[in-house]
C-alpha cells in the first residue's frame, strides 16, 4: 500500500507564492510519474504539472512560467512551486505518483483572493 500526503496549500494574495509538496511512503520500489492535477468547483480534474523518473517536466499552458514542479527520487517527494498566483488558480490540487498503477494523494486547498 501507499500513502502520499500533501502540504503546502492556504490562502494568498494574487501575485503571491505557495509551495506544495507531496511525499509518498509505504511499499515504494520505484516510482515513475509524479505530478499535479488540480480541480475547482463545477470544473473537471486537470493536469497542473508532472515530472518523470529522469526529470522530464510537462505543464499545462496556463501555468508554463509560474510554476515550477521538481522532485527529489530520494525523499519519494514531488513539490509544486506555485508563483505570480492568480485567482483563477484556486482549487484543490492533488498529487498523483505512477507505480505501475496511479496512486492519489487526498487533495490540499489553494486559494487565491484577489
Known amino acids: 500500500q501507499v500513502q502520499l500526503v500533501e502540504s503546502g496549500g492556504g490562502l494568498v494574495q494574487a501575485g503571491g507564492s505557495l509551495r506544495l509538496s507531496c511525499t509518498a511512503s509505504g511499499t515504494i520500489r520505484s516510482i515513475n510519474a509524479m505530478g499535479w492535477f488540480r480541480q475547482a468547483p463545477g470544473k473537471q480534474r486537470g493536469l497542473v504539472a508532472a515530472?518523470?523518473?529522469?526529470?522530464?517536466?510537462n505543464y499545462a499552458d496556463s501555468v508554463k512560467g509560474r510554476f515550477t514542479i521538481s522532485r527529489d527520487n530520494a525523499k519519494n517527494t514531488v513539490y509544486l512551486q506555485m508563483n505570480s498566483l492568480k485567482p483563477e488558480d484556486t482549487a484543490g490540487y492533488y498529487c498523483?505518483?505512477?507505480?505501475?498503477?496511479?496512486?492519489w494523494g487526498q487533495g490540499i486547498q489553494v486559494t487565491v483572493s484577489s
Open positions: 515530472i518523470t523518473s529522469g526529470g522530464v517536466t
Open positions: 498523483y505518483a505512477g507505480l505501475g498503477v496511479i496512486y
